[in-house]
């Protein structure tokens, strides 16, 4: 038996393991191995493509079961937890309707679409279309993360507030399926001249980690949005 073969396989079960564990302590509400196990989740996420092309392993079904685990780590988990935090905010703005909550999964919904598309796409090969579901995953992770760590009271406001949350519900689920081209960080080659865009995101990237911690996720993610949509006229001129 090819042991080497099934090593992609391997990382990639590693990930949906860390996304089913992580959806139980986000319906238990915590919120910490939760995030914690969404990150390995999507570490693992990186490495089973890695592995793959290293190996020169790559196969049907390793793009399949990719896409499955992503599905939990980065479809169910990021829905549960913005069910429990719609639910938590619905218990200070106590008029909204109870069903509201169950609106939350939409992002569950909206990362199936886009993972079952991005299987049949074959122009995301130097390039995203849409925001990664890996993204948005770890932009609601981070919520609760803010809610209960960082010192700025605008951000924690906001996450208590309803209507935010179901804006950045919608706007994300919109933006994983939109097409939106986004910057892809894969290198060709590392002059400046041809990578200012992704060389600025990631000193933007290191310097918000630094100053804004758990705050920053969400910021970089938006960031890359920007940056990309900028990148994108810049091109078309």
Request: net charge neutral; aromatic share 12%; charged share 10%.
């Given at each position: ?233 810049t091109i078309s001129k």
């Amino acid at each position: 038996m090819n042991v080497k073969r099934h090593i992609p396989n391997l990382l990639t079960l590693g990930n949906l393991f860390s996304g089913t564990v992580a959806s139980i302590f986000a319906v238990q509400g915590d919120y910490i191995l939760a995030a914690f196990l969404v990150s390995l989740g999507i570490f693992f996420d990186f490495f089973d493509g890695f592995a793959a092309r290293l190996l020169n392993v790559s196969g049907e079904l390793g793009k399949q079961l990719d896409s499955l685990a992503d599905m939990v780590t980065s479809g169910v988990v990021p829905g549960i937890i913005m069910y429990k935090l719609l639910i938590e905010a619905n218990i200070v703005n106590f008029s909204i309707p109870t069903y509201v909550p169950f609106l939350g999964l939409l992002l569950t919904l909206g990362a199936c679409y886009r993972l079952a598309n991005f299987n049949i796409d074959t122009r995301q090969s130097d390039s995203f279309i849409g925001l990664p579901t890996p993204a948005m995953s770890l932009f609601i992770v981070s919520l609760p993360l803010i809610q209960e760590y960082s010192k700025i009271t605008v951000a924690k406001a906001l996450i208590e507030n309803t209507y935010f949350l179901l804006g950045t519900t919608l706007a994300l689920t919109y933006v994983m399926n939109a097409e939106i081209i986004l910057f892809s960080l894969k290198f060709k080659e590392y002059s400046i001249k041809n990578n200012v865009v992704k060389y600025l995101f990631l000193i933007l990237s290191v310097v918000m980690i630094v100053s804004l911690h758990y705050l920053s996720i969400p910021l970089i993610i938006v960031a890359y949005l920007v940056l990309s949509l900028m990148n994108n006229k810049t091109i078309s001129k």
